[in-house]
């Protein structure tokens, strides 16, 4: 992959660096953006559940402005200087009820418009998936808080290092699943709500977040991260 093409994404990162600026003169803290990305992420889940194609055309356009809000928190954080380990674990507290939430949410909402509880399932499936995941990054964050206190980072690395290139498409690949697309998912979502195609990321998430959160026990996994 052309080093530009890595550049380019994610691309919620080139609107996030232009809306942080924004945010960064009101009078609000890096902690209250988190909030607000759970509060609209949790509006959008609403959406979602109640079926149909102008509802989950709305709740997928709030799932993107979540996702905005949710990278300006830490672009934000960094300019205020309000970094803290409370922070950190609050946005990724806040990352797993959105996209479990998310999944749950969406089954609902297709299981209600096609009278077919097989949806809902598929929906509780994939929330299950993202839960394992969260849960799996919990215990591995604490082991190595533990280990190395907080000289390293969540993937053992000092916090002023680069993460390293993928070196071969293999791990070129596993960047792309674990990072590129879910740091860009929210677009999957939109294009998916605008064509009224949302009910394919059910069954691709059923297995998709199970396969995610096993590749946390593939070496290096966590090294390539955007």
């Known amino acids: 992959m052309d080093p530009t093409t890595v550049r380019l994404f994610p691309l ?9 600026p924004v945010i960064v003169q009101l009078p609000v803290t890096a902690n209250q953006v988190t909030a607000a990305s759970l509060a609209v992420g949790l509006a959008a889940c609403w959406g979602l559940m109640q079926g ?3 509802w989950t ?4 356009t709030l799932f993107t402005l979540c996702y905005i809000l949710d990278n300006c928190d830490g672009e934000v954080a960094r300019f205020k200087n ?6 950190d674990k609050f946005d990724t507290f806040v990352d797993w009820v959105v996209h479990a939430g998310f999944f749950a949410a969406l089954g609902a909402g297709v299981a209600k418009e096609s009278g077919n509880d097989l949806w809902l399932w598929l929906g509780f499936i994939a929330a299950a998936g993202g839960t394992i995941n969260y849960f799996i990054g919990v215990a591995v964050d604490a082991r190595l808080r533990l280990e190395t206190g907080d000289a390293l980072d969540t ?3 000092r916090k002023d ?5 993928p070196e071969d498409w293999k791990q070129w690949a596993l960047m ?5 697309a879910r740091a860009d998912f929210c677009f999957i979502v939109l294009a998916l709500a605008l064509i009224d195609l949302t009910w394919l990321l059910l069954p691709a998430g059923a297995i998709g977040a199970h396969v995610y959160w096993m590749t946390q026990f593939v070496r290096g996994a966590r090294d390539y991260h955007v």
């Not at 309000?82 to 922070?87: E, I, K, N, P, V």
């Not at 290092?161 to 290139?165: E, V």
């Not at 792309?176 to 590129?180: P, V």
């Open 52 to 54: 149909g194609f102008s």
């Open 12 to 20: 919620i990162r080139r609107i996030s660096a232009r809306v942080s």
């Open 161 to 165: 290092d680069h993460p390293p290139r």
């Open 176 to 180: 792309a699943f674990r990072e590129f």
């Open 155 to 157: 993937t053992g690395r």
């Open 82 to 87: 309000q970094t803290s380990g409370f922070g």
């Open 57 to 60: 055309l709305g709740g997928a």
